[in-house]
């Protein structure tokens, strides 16, 4: 197949191909003209680096999975891949933790925020991001 033909199966563009070529993720011979041209297991190959981009692997660690996979059996490539997965749920779970932290602040300065009166006085915005709800802003004393 011609790089256009495997862009259009797989949905991957020619650019990102020519770019995983010279990675080594895949691989392409040449015909007499010197176009590319992939064999059918382009296609799996390709399906196999989308799925470990999905698991936000980076790109030698699935040059490395590809290597694993092509080479080794089932039981290699779950020992090499379980552990790498497990890495990336924690990970995912410290960052859900902060975002979770920074969610919990956002909605207490939108509660303190909304809490403060309408004036025509000057601001003072330090009460929004103060902890706690803002027990100076007043009808007589408004934030």
């Given amino acids: ?5 495997v862009a259009r199966k797989s949905g991957v563009p020619a650019t990102t191909l020519r770019f995983y070529e010279s990675a ?3 691989a392409a011979g040449r015909s007499m003209n010197g176009y590319r041209e992939y064999d059918e297991a382009v296609l799996e190959r390709l399906s196999f680096i989308d799925g470990a981009k999905q698991l ?7 040059s490395d999975l590809l290597t694993v996979v092509e080479d080794e ?5 779950r020992e090499t891949l379980r552990p790498k997965l497990a890495e990336r749920l924690r990970e995912v779970d410290e960052r ?3 975002l979770q932290r920074l969610r919990g602040r956002l909605a207490e300065a939108n509660r303190n925020v909304t ?3 309408d004036s025509g006085r000057r601001c003072r915005t330090e009460c929004a991001l103060l902890q706690g709800t803002p027990d100076s802003c007043t009808d007589q004393d408004p934030c």
Avoid: N
């Avoid at 197949?1 to 033909?5: D, H, K, N, V, Y």
């Avoid at 936000?56 to 699935?62: G, N, Q, V, Y």
């Avoid at 059996?73 to 490539?77: D, E």
């Fill in 24 to 26: 080594g993720l895949i």
């Fill in 96 to 98: 859900l933790a902060v």
């Fill in 1 to 5: 197949m011609r790089i256009s033909e």
């Fill in 56 to 62: 936000d692997l980076s790109l030698p660690e699935i």
């Fill in 115 to 117: 809490a403060c009166p």
């Fill in 73 to 77: 059996s089932c039981t290699q490539v």
